[in-house]
Structures are given as C-alpha cells and as structure tokens.
C-alpha cells in the first residue's frame, strides 16, 4: 500500500468518529499514578455516550497495587486504540476523574449492558472482590491515520 501522506501523528477525529470508535471497543488501557510513578492496567470497559463515561468492573485482590494507584490518583486516563500498521491505526484518550459507583447505581439494566458491550469476564475463584467504576470523561480526543485511496471510514 502506498504511504500515506499524512503526518505520520495523523489526523483528528470528529466527536462522532470518537463515540463510534469508543462503542466498536471494549479493551483499553486505564494510566493511574501515585507521585511520578505509574501504572497501567488493561481493562475492559463500556461506553456510555448520554454520560459521556466509561463504565468499569474491576477486581481487586488483598493488598492490591490497582486499588492503592486508585485511590492516589485524581485525574485517570484511558487509551483505546486499534493498530494494523503504521499506516492504518485509530486511538482515543479519554480523562477525568474515576470514581467509585454506589450499590444504588449498579442496577440488572447497567449489569447486563455492561456485559453485553464488554463481554462477560471470567474472572478467577479466589480472593478478588469486584467494584463498579466510572471514568466521567472531562476531556476526550482522538486520532487516526490510514492507507491512501481508503476512505472507509468516516473519521473526518
């Protein structure tokens, strides 16, 4: 394929090609921090555009590093992105703060929507206890590249 002639950083997505691409996904890479040190956790999540959210179900075992970067970190940052090549890739970021959901916002509905959008999740028998979170999106942006002559998708 020809290479495009793009930057190689590419190009913007409108807010429409970000909320496509954030519904298509399911997997992502949540950053949290405590001090200058990092973490990054792959994760499954579902979009939930009316709230402008990522919906999380995370689990945590005794003495757990995810959960200690939790509660240090003020501002998260999710990345979700689908790369082919160098020439054809799609990522979004979004921020904001990620809060602990209530029992109360936790319905069968929200349950069964998360299941379906991010799959059902085997997780381990053991000592994992589970949470709901939500990533209440303060900032969201996305950029995407693609071959010469594929205009397939409407990101622009």
Not at 99 to 106: C, H, K, M, N, T
């Amino acid at each position: 394929m020809a290479r495009s002639p793009e930057p190689w950083y590419g190009r913007r997505m409108t807010d429409e090609a970000v909320t496509d691409f954030l519904n298509e996904r399911a997997t992502g890479v949540l950053a949290l921090a405590d001090g200058r040190r990092a973490y990054g956790i792959p994760v499954a999540f579902a979009y939930d555009e009316a709230a402008e959210r990522a919906i999380f179900d995370l689990g945590f075992a005794p003495d757990s590093r995810k959960r200690s970067f939790l509660e240090a970190t003020e501002e998260v940052c999710l990345t979700v992105y689908e790369h082919a090549d160098s020439d054809d890739w799609r990522s979004v970021v979004l921020t904001g703060p990620l809060r602990e959901l209530s029992a109360e916002e936790v319905d069968d509905d929200l349950e069964a929507w998360f299941h379906a959008v991010a799959g059902d999740i085997d997780v381990a028998d053991g000592d994992l206890e589970l949470q709901w979170y939500a990533l209440e999106a303060q900032e969201r942006s996305g950029r995407f590249l693609e071959p010469e002559g594929r205009s397939e998708r409407s990101l622009e």
